[in-house]
């Protein structure tokens, strides 16, 4: 089975300093690994995908997360936080059989001035 | 680019009511997903559905049924509205797996409805 564990339900950082949102999967095999972005009253937005192509893989909005097999984490970062980053983000895991995905609880990520 | 739309962004309905939440897709997408989002718990799959007239349950399909008539257009229904019924759904489809270890897959989600039921 598959599931995903965002470690921090709220994160909070000051403008300009950097971002660190935690996640860990569970899978029986090499999994496919998604971050979404939810900006309020908005849609879902795709951030980023690892297929098992690079361990490191770049997003939109200058996000990235590296894929660590060895720690099961797949970590979503971004070196500067601006306001506009400020929204839900949900990692998520999907399934090798008809390709349902599995998401986290979601990470509210609020940016001070 | 891929569109998904729903039928209504906010809706109000008494317990009891059946409810009608509509779909619909434009890329000829064979799979399409309903999901409820509740604050705290993420987006939680209903149902699913990979062909016309297919469907699949699931984690939470209680009190949800679901009609896929048409490849276009998948409808999320629920039979007796009750107040726990009351959250935000929202509607993604797909291209099918491709297999193989590179293969790319995205989701791509609706606006969403957010039902009240009174």
């Known amino acids: 089975a598959q599931s995903v564990t965002q470690l921090d339900s709220h994160v909070s950082v000051s403008e300009g300093t950097p971002v660190l949102l935690r996640c860990n999967y569970s899978s029986s095999y090499s999994p496919s690994l998604f971050w979404y972005v939810q900006h309020p009253n908005k849609g879902l937005q795709l951030l980023l995908k690892?297929?098992?192509?690079?361990?490191l893989v770049k997003g939109i909005n200058g996000f990235e997360a590296e894929f660590k097999k060895s720690e099961t984490s797949f970590h979503l970062t971004k070196p500067s936080a601006h306001m506009s980053d400020a929204a839900e983000y949900f990692c998520v895991v999907r399934s090798s059989t008809l390709g349902r995905l599995y998401f986290g609880r979601g990470t509210q990520l609020t940016v001070w001035p | 680019d891929v569109k998904v739309t729903q039928s209504s962004r906010y809706l109000v309905k008494r317990t009891g009511e059946k409810v009608f939440l509509e779909c619909v897709q434009d890329m000829d997408h064979e799979n399409m997903f309903w999901y409820r989002q509740d604050p705290g718990l993420g987006l939680r799959l209903i149902y699913f559905?990979?062909?016309?007239?297919?469907?699949e349950k699931g984690d939470i399909p209680e009190g949800y049924s679901v009609s896929r008539e048409k490849k276009e257009r998948f409808s999320l229904i629920l039979e007796s509205a009750s107040t726990n019924q009351t959250s935000m759904y929202l509607c993604a489809s797909s291209l099918p797996l491709a297999g193989g270890p590179v293969s790319i897959y995205e989701q791509y989600f609706g606006p969403g409805t957010r039902l009240t039921v009174t």
């Open positions: 690892y297929t098992s192509a690079a361990t």
């Open positions: 559905s990979y062909d016309v007239k297919m469907k």
